[in-house]
């Protein structure tokens, strides 16, 4: 069905009918196939306490790190499919305010009974009271880009609405996104902008300037959180071999990066 899409359309302030293509857009399979836990299963924090991943123990906070998304095949609206998850890694390490567990999971989604799309997410569980720094990173091996270069570039206001509107639409219930006190127990010092928000954004930004994802990979990771209320930037080098793309803050920080790869031998 198409309306999740055209929902998620209408917090990019896109058009009726952007998504009539009867495709969905790239990485917009992010509010399908969604997992909906029972409401007596959410911890404190908002997250399941049980499924895929689960947190390592009791009292650990969770922090989304970054991912990959390699596409095989458009996903079409109208027709079935299936999504299967699993835990590929998991490495537990000691971090500069304590220790972390750093876990990979791989989503497999199929449509027409072949491969789609391999959804990889990188997520980091922090003891309660710590901090993450930005190199305390799965992807961490991955470089900054110094700069963006003849750029093309797609902005986003975001307000506590927006971010309230991004997690009903993700099916997202972790308060630090939209409840403030929550967040500031977490020791942020307003609400945490989605990492998600900030991939789709970049991969908006591609495909809004034509640049493909199909048979490729799309690696992102979030190097610097952002919050409250304010605009940011995606900008990409649209001649530069992987198509660096970056999100700044107001502040013009370096908040996400992503770059995209022919698919590998190996993603499967």
Do not use: C
């Amino acid at each position: 069905m198409p309306e999740p899409a055209e929902a998620l359309a209408a917090l990019f302030d896109l058009p009726p009918g952007s998504t009539s293509n009867n495709t969905v857009p790239p990485l917009w399979h992010w509010v399908y196939l969604l997992e909906r836990a029972r409401q007596d299963d959410l911890g404190v924090d908002g997250h399941p306490v049980h499924g895929i991943p689960a947190p390592p123990g009791t009292g650990f906070q969770r922090m989304f790190a970054g991912g990959r998304v390699t596409t095989h095949a458009v996903l079409r609206f109208g027709e079935p499919a299936t999504r299967a998850t699993r835990v590929i890694s998991t490495v537990d390490k000691a971090g500069k305010s304590g220790p972390l567990t750093f876990v990979t999971a791989r989503s497999s989604i199929e449509q027409r009974g072949s491969l789609s799309i391999v959804d990889e997410v990188h997520i980091v569980y922090r003891a309660h009271g710590s901090t993450l720094t930005p190199r305390e990173n799965p992807n961490e091996a991955d470089a900054v880009p110094a700069a963006v270069r003849s750029e093309a570039s797609l902005e986003l206001s975001v307000d506590p609405v927006l971010l309230f509107r991004f997690s009903a639409l993700t099916y997202n219930a972790h308060r630090i996104h939209y409840d403030l006190d929550y967040a500031k127990s977490e020791g942020y010092p307003d609400l945490v902008v989605h990492g998600p928000l900030q991939a789709l954004l970049m991969a908006e930004l591609l495909r809004r300037r034509e640049v493909a994802l199909l048979g490729r990979e799309f690696s992102y990771r979030l190097v610097a959180p952002t919050f409250g209320s304010q605009q940011l930037t995606a900008s990409a080098n649209l001649d530069e071999h992987e198509t660096p793309t970056l999100v700044r803050d107001a502040d013009s920080r370096v908040t996400a990066t992503a770059m995209v790869r022919p698919i590998e031998p190996t993603s499967l």
